[in-house]
């Protein structure tokens, strides 16, 4: 059976009344259309004349050929809609969620592998071949890097290491034995914090400063240009990042333990009248050097986490600001993650070796 529409079929004319399925004449469902007779029309009133069409159904157009072209217009946005799930129960959502996390962050720790066993290849081709190495970009970020943030670096763990002497001072001296506050603030600081607080730092500035940096590029296209042009990404963008980072820790650490060394010290002198003199006397007598070159020697592993975090969420960064904002945040969480948990890690695998 045919229906025939007639009159204008528009946004302002529409009923919403009318918008139901073609109605059944006579025991028969109407199946077709004719629009030859229709006034004017909208894109309203082909979103209606396509709803009102069953699935089988044939819209007769004759010579309105303006009606054939906005009905092919709206037709792409009448794909159904699949029908929702049912609602999860609270426990078996939560386990869903928890569990898709898992999966997300076993694939995320599997490309950060990859792309850290890239990174260390093309560090090592940049060594083999020193004139491979982009010098100029290398000590652009040692100095937005590193020398620029020693300061914060001195006074941050200075705090810290002031905090550490209070508390032990304050403990410690409830047993008579407030002298050990030295061994304490040593231990503490060279062993932990000062190398700590240094990545963090490094993991704030840097890995979001490479993210960043990177990520632009990608907005940009030059990262494609520069693969078009022959230039490897991981020579012009990434190695003199991982170098810059590898070369200025160890320094930021040095000047951390300084710090953190010189807010015990003040502390020890103001509460408990441990003089100056004898403090770094007992420091050098009672706590050994290892502690030092067990701060120094996890820099260097911290350091090429947080350059491999942040260069890969740089790359990682689609076409648009959401992306690149996302990415940023993400790599300086991974970073500071990253931090912790292999210095928990380290502090494991000292303990058992009994260093």
């Not at 092919?72 to 939560?94: C, I, K, Q, W």
């Not at 090592?124 to 670096?153: C, D, K, Y």
């Not at 240009?225 to 022959?230: H, N």
């Not at 820790?249 to 020890?268: A, E």
């Amino acid at each position: 059976m045919t229906l025939h529409a007639e009159g204008d079929w528009t946004a302002l004319t529409l009923d919403q009344a009318s918008r139901q399925p073609l109605p059944a004449v006579g025991g028969q469902q109407a199946n077709r259309i004719d629009v030859s007779a229709l006034g004017r029309i909208d894109t309203t009133g082909a979103l209606l004349l396509l709803k009102l069409m069953p699935t089988d159904g044939e819209i007769l157009f004759g010579t309105r050929d303006d009606v054939r072209r906005l009905a092919n217009l709206v037709a792409p946005g009448m794909t159904p809609h699949e029908d929702s799930p049912p609602p999860r129960g609270y426990l078996t959502g939560f386990f869903a969620r928890f569990g898709q996390q898992i999966i997300e962050i076993a694939h995320d720790a599997y490309a950060m592998l990859v792309f850290t066993g890239q990174m260390i290849l093309a560090l090592g081709g940049t060594l083999l071949r020193p004139r491979r190495l982009r010098v100029t970009p290398l000590f652009a970020v040692m100095q937005e890097s590193g020398i620029n943030a020693l300061p914060i670096v001195f006074i941050m763990t200075f705090f810290i290491g002031a905090i550490i002497a209070l508390v032990g001072t304050n403990l410690l001296t409830s047993l008579g034995v407030e002298i050990f506050t030295v061994e304490l603030v040593g231990v503490a600081i060279l062993r932990e914090f000062g190398v700590v607080i240094a990545a963090i730092l490094l993991a704030g500035r840097s890995a979001s400063a490479f993210a960043a940096q990177i990520g632009s590029m990608r907005m940009n296209q030059e990262v494609a240009a520069m693969q078009v042009m022959g230039v490897d990404r991981f020579d012009a963008l990434v190695t003199p990042r991982i170098l810059a980072a590898l070369v200025m820790i160890p320094l930021m650490t040095f000047v951390g333990d300084l710090g953190g060394l010189l807010g015990g010290l003040l502390v020890s002198w103001a509460t408990i009248d441990i003089s100056p003199s004898f403090f770094v006397t007992r420091l050098a007598e009672t706590v050994s050097i290892k502690h030092f070159w067990i701060g120094m020697g996890k820099a260097p592993f911290l350091a090429l986490l947080i350059a491999a975090a942040g260069c890969r969420h740089g790359m990682m960064v689609g076409g648009d600001v959401q992306s690149l904002g996302r990415h940023v945040t993400s790599a300086v969480v991974q970073s500071v993650f990253l931090i912790i948990m292999f210095d928990a890690i380290f502090a494991v695998i000292f303990m058992v070796l009994g260093l």
